[in-house]
């Protein structure tokens, strides 16, 4: 009996949409060896013309201002508005999206983006196959996410799922999993103490500072503040691909314990290790934190896509928001003289988190296509 086949369409346009696609697809590798074949598609780079080619590197510069970012965020973000779009959008993009129908045969079709759902629809209005969408957004969701001939949405939260219905979404074809994690956050985890030892990490609580592959945000900035505080911690700073921010803090005339690196595939080690999260406010760093059982402290968050993640992170006592360095400072000095704050913070993110989402989409996928 042939394989069934699984096309995952995502983008480069922040990490959240390529590190979800592979932790659904080494699910279905774990669940159901051997029985489906699964292909990644990034259709911006890969079919679409110029300039959305580009529209990985577009995201990387606005993102990094959000002024920029949220108002063509918000002004885009209705029914009516996505719909318009689309319609003038779909012209220019209808030979390239039955190209890559053409040349990517599928028994079902995998959404990890917003902006391929409805343009997607469109191009198999004659020849119409499964297709589900899996948000990859936490809490403030798109409307660009929700299409009404999706089979199913797969949300991470009962907010998205809200979010889906004010959108017109039936209710049934909406269902809460969360968010994909990687299978190394779930399985073969090293001894905690042990792993910290063959750091060169001391007993001390260690505060994790992240910014993502790319090392974004003011990490050099906050990591000074904690430095000059007198805090009785350890800092671990993850650079990520960001050389000049890893100068930057091996340039700090350090007053304490500290651990700086560059780019790593040992997150999960990481956050299993520390006893304090600070990072930005992005869905995927957010809920490997709630599996991690961290306490939040976040530093930064793109306007109107991020928003709601702090206001649940927040809402729900999983951690707080601390947009400047000295915010962060006074959250650190609050938690060390009352421990007991940081601990229900802790349990609060633990009891979040979501650690089988991906297992659980695998299933439901396998579900759809038989």
């Known amino acids: ?65 959000p002024a920029s970012w949220a108002l063509p965020y918000d002004m885009l973000d209705g029914e009516h508005r996505t719909s318009a779009v689309n319609k003038l959008a779909y012209p220019v993009l209808r030979s390239a999206m039955k190209r890559l129908l053409e040349e990517n045969p599928a028994d079902l079709i995998v959404s990890v983006h917003p902006l391929v759902n409805t343009t997607l629809v469109f191009a198999m209005r004659d020849n119409p196959l499964p297709f ?47 968010l994909p994690a990687a299978e190394k956050f779930l399985t073969g985890m090293p001894d905690r103490n042990e792993w910290r030892k063959k750091m060169g990490w001391s007993d001390k609580p260690a505060v994790l500072l992240v910014g993502g592959g790319d090392g974004m945000g003011p990490l050099a900035k906050v990591s000074q503040a904690i430095n000059e505080a007198g805090l009785d911690v350890q800092v671990v700073v993850i650079a990520g691909r960001n050389e000049e921010l890893k100068a930057q803090l091996e340039a700090i005339d350090w007053q304490l314990e500290h651990h700086i690196y560059g780019f790593t595939t040992e997150m999960p080690q990481f956050m299993h290790a520390s006893d304090v ?17 961290l306490p939040l402290i976040l530093y930064s968050r793109l306007p109107g896509q991020e928003d709601g993640n702090v206001d649940y992170v927040v809402q729900t006592g999983a951690g707080v928001w601390a947009p400047k360095p000295r915010d962060v400072v006074t959250t650190l000095k609050r938690w060390e003289e009352r421990p007991e704050l940081r601990e229900h913070a802790a349990r609060v993110s633990k009891s979040l988190a979501r650690p089988h989402a991906a297992r659980d989409i695998a299933h439901v996928l396998a579900e759809q296509v038989g």
Not at 48 to 62: G, N, R, S, V
Not at 158 to 178: C, T
């Open 1 to 65: 009996m042939p394989r069934k086949r699984m096309l995952f369409l995502f983008s480069d346009t922040g990490g959240g949409h390529r590190s979800a696609t592979q932790a659904i697809i080494e699910a279905l590798d774990h669940e159901f060896p051997g029985r489906y074949d699964t292909k990644m598609v990034d259709f911006f780079r890969q079919y679409y013309p110029a300039p959305l080619k580009y529209a990985p590197e577009i995201y990387q510069k606005m993102s990094k201002m």
């Open 132 to 178: 589900v969408t899996v948000v990859t957004d936490m809490v403030t969701t798109h409307a660009f996410w929700y299409d009404r001939h999706a089979d199913l949405i797969i949300v991470p939260t009962e907010a998205a799922r809200q979010r889906g219905i004010h959108f017109g979404i039936p209710a049934g074809n909406l269902k809460v999993i969360g």
């Open 277 to 293: 999260l600070v990072t930005k406010a992005g869905p995927g760093t957010i809920c490997e934190g709630f599996i991690s059982g």
